[in-house]
């Protein structure tokens, strides 16, 4: 693969008007100066031919003949090939290529770091280099990954309409002994949407609900009503007592909202608030 050329060198505008060559040319040899640096950058070298020279220089062959032998020449260095080249030029391409040199081996460097492999005899002074160049990947997946933490993060939702006990979760509840795990999730999602909770993970909290369900229980493994059910019974049972009906069983556990338990020593079948 052909090497790259580089496109620019630098121009010290200082220097070059307090060259003791420069100050001494006239305006028309300063253009022809600059137009041969240029081509000599971009070409590396200068042909050994007055009317070529001429020609880049844009001046008339005679002209370009007496300011050339005279002032301009001076500016150049002439090889034993004929050609000519800048000094100066030479210098800066010299430098612009190590700099070149050394950026593609921080660059494999740094590759070979990032995408795992051994670094063979790593020459003195690339400590450093290497160092900074593993700190930047680093800190670049240490961002990546944080991008794409916050991307995954979840958002607290509702009951979902749909909530599935599956085979595992049926599994995690028989496990802990909780064989009424229907029941027990019905009245985990009605009390969950009569609150409006809001869960990040709904599954997570079912689990958390089916242990304590194991932990704060009712005897014998007896499931707790949901509120849907405690409802029905209440509105069955109040039908009946209307309807003259014995109130033996008209509350659920230690009385409804709205419903207090019968006062101790009531007679069955009367109310005390009516006695």
Request: net charge positive; proline share 7%; glycine share 8%.
């Amino acid at each position: 693969m052909a090497k790259q050329k580089s496109p620019a060198f630098p121009f010290y505008a200082s220097d070059f008007l307090s060259d003791l060559n420069v100050i001494v040319l006239t305006a028309d040899e300063v253009g022809a100066y600059i137009l041969l640096m240029a081509v000599c950058w971009r070409e590396t070298f200068l042909p050994d031919s007055l009317d070529e020279l001429a020609a880049i220089a844009r001046l008339q062959p005679g002209q370009f003949k007496t300011s050339w032998e005279r002032r301009l020449s001076r500016c150049f260095a002439q090889r034993d090939d004929g050609s000519w080249v800048h000094p100066r030029l030479e210098k800066e391409r010299a430098k612009q290529e190590a700099n070149a040199a050394e950026r593609s081996k921080y660059g494999k460097l740094g590759a070979k770091v990032r995408y795992g492999g051994a670094i063979a005899n790593p020459s003195p002074g690339h400590g450093e280099a290497l160092a900074k160049s593993s700190l930047s990947i680093s800190n670049s997946i240490s961002i990546s990954s944080n991008k794409e933490k916050l991307n995954k993060k979840k958002t607290a939702t509702p009951v979902p309409a749909d909530f599935p006990v599956t085979d595992k979760m049926q599994e995690f509840a028989l496990k802990l002994g909780v064989e009424t795990f229907e029941a027990e999730t019905e009245h985990f999602l009605d009390h969950h949407r009569a609150r409006g909770t809001l869960f990040k993970d709904w599954v997570a909290g079912w689990r958390t609900w089916i242990r304590n369900s194991k932990k704060f229980g009712r005897p014998n493994g007896t499931p707790r009503k949901s509120e849907s059910d405690k409802i029905r019974r209440n509105l069955q049972n109040l039908s009946d007592f209307a309807k003259g009906g014995e109130r033996a069983n008209f509350y659920e556990g230690d009385g409804s909202p709205g419903f207090p338990p019968p006062e101790s020593g009531s007679e069955p079948g009367k109310d005390p608030g009516l006695v």
